[in-house]
């Protein structure tokens, strides 16, 4: 299943601020619902993994993610994650493109605007797009309130 779902927030900070949030992956992992960062290799990659419970169904994905393109002057990242489900790697993946556009709204207020590209096989992509955009839409939403409660100290 391929979908494509797109959200923005706006957050009380500046966008230089809210730019080097997004680009510190340890913040953003602690925002995420239920994502953990495990380790950051050399080479720029990050490992983890991240439960998603839909419904009566609960996955954990082990994940690699790695930032495709990083724009200061346009402050737009582009980070690519890969998975599979830790004890059924054949049947279950996920592929994950966010790209990530900070634009200042204010002088201290950010709108953070963020495409998701999502592709995903295996039980999580039989609840169907609706049910996978709700749910992006919910943990969209716990994150920007998390990322607010950083940034707006």
Not at 17 to 38: I, K, N, S, T, Y
Not at 44 to 57: D, P, Q
Not at 82 to 97: F, I
Request: with cysteine; charged share 20%.
């Amino acid at each position: 299943m391929h979908t494509l779902i797109n959200q923005s927030f706006d957050i009380n900070a500046s966008v230089e601020r809210a730019w080097a949030f997004l680009l510190d992956a340890e913040q953003v992992a602690a925002c995420m619902p239920g994502a953990v960062l495990e380790s950051s290799e050399p080479d720029g990659t990050l490992r983890g993994h991240i439960a998603v419970k839909l419904g009566f169904v609960s996955l954990r994905y082990d994940v690699a993610a790695s930032f495709e393109t990083i724009d200061g002057d346009s402050h737009t990242a582009t980070l690519v994650a890969t998975g599979a489900q830790a004890n059924a790697p054949e049947l279950e993946s996920v592929r994950v493109q966010i790209t990530s556009h900070c634009m200042a709204s204010s002088t201290t207020s950010t709108t953070i605007r963020v495409e998701i590209e999502l592709e995903l096989e295996g039980r999580l992509a039989e609840f169907g797009k609706p049910m996978i955009r709700s749910v992006s839409k919910q943990l969209t939403k716990r994150f920007a309130e998390a990322a607010s409660q950083r940034l707006e100290v």
